[in-house]
């Protein structure tokens, strides 16, 4: 039995890449549909009660687009909205804030964790509500970065300019003796770099794009939904939707996805 339907994966704009070339490496062979909202990014600062009207929109537009499995790759999106969307809809939904506090878990030795993530995401207490379950004596300390995710859409991944406020931002959580420190927006891996040499050797990074990649092919494969084309050459096709400049998210992303972009398709969704 082969699967051809698509995994639908969305974000506010360039950040779910990171957890798509992911999904990509560890399952080549599934077709993809992947929607950035670049005409309402950055959803950080926003209510969570409109980015969980957002994600509601997105996750209709995917499954029209008859998709398997939607993977939310976006923390403020899925701590705005996984449960509700889960609770509405039939088609299996994963987050990326539980993957992530997973992974916190395994790695921290002090079990002194921070979290760099957007202020809707802090605000949420996700983080908090997900470590505590797996590991109610971790102490966590949490910290809003909302001039991230601009930057890093204007495609700013390095110079001075990012350098100012990732000291700024990490100063707090140095000051907590955190040894891991979840990246807890999925557009930060792309700064990870920077973010690493500010914080030093001894602290770990965690981006929550393995484990939910991880997660989806297992949930895909206990349910028989993955697809097993007869020719192991025929690989996945990957198909880009956003809501505003498709050729500018056809530029950005390709550098942040370190492959290209061919084609992104306007949304007719927002
Ligand atoms: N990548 C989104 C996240 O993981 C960015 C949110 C935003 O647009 O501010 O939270």
Redesign the pocket.
């Known amino acids: 039995m082969s699967d051809p339907r698509p995994i639908g994966v969305f ?6 890449l ?1 957890v798509l070339a992911d999904i990509h490496d560890r399952l080549p062979y599934e077709n993809t549909i992947y929607f950035g ?1 670049t005409a ?7 209510d969570l009660a409109e980015v969980r009207y957002f994600a509601f929109e997105i996750v209709r537009y995917l499954v029209d687009q008859d998709v398997k499995l939607i993977v939310i ?7 705005a909205a996984l449960k509700a969307l889960q609770r509405s809809f039939d088609v299996p939904i994963i987050g ?1 804030v539980e993957p992530g506090a997973r992974a916190a878990v395994l790695e921290t030795r002090n079990r002194h964790v921070g979290v760099l ?5 802090v605000k949420s207490g996700a983080y908090r509500r997900a470590v505590g379950s797996l590991d109610a004596g971790v102490k966590i300390y949490e910290q809003a970065a ?1 001039e ?3 930057l890093i ?1 204007r495609g700013v991944t390095g110079g001075a300019e990012l350098e100012e406020p990732v000291r700024r931002y990490c100063d707090p959580l140095m000051e907590r003796n955190v040894d891991a420190v979840i990246l ?5 891996p792309l700064i990870s770099a920077t973010i690493n040499r500010v914080l030093g050797p001894g602290v770990r990074l965690i981006s929550s794009a393995g484990q939910t990649s991880l997660e989806t092919a297992r949930v895909l494969s206990r349910r028989g939904y993955l697809r097993r084309p007869e020719d192991p050459e025929d690989h996945g096709k990957a198909t880009y939707v956003c809501s505003a400049d498709p050729v500018e998210f056809a530029a950005l992303g390709s550098r942040f996805l370190d492959e290209e972009i061919e084609a992104v398709a306007p949304a007719a969704v927002v």
Not at 11 to 16: K, L, M, Q, W
Not at 184 to 188: D, R, S, V
């Open positions: 974000d506010s704009g360039v950040g779910g990171t909202d309402r990014v950055p959803y950080g600062p926003r790759a976006c923390n403020t999106a899925a701590a990326v993530a957007t202020e809707g995401t909302p991230f995710v601009p859409e807890g927006c999925t557009h930060y």
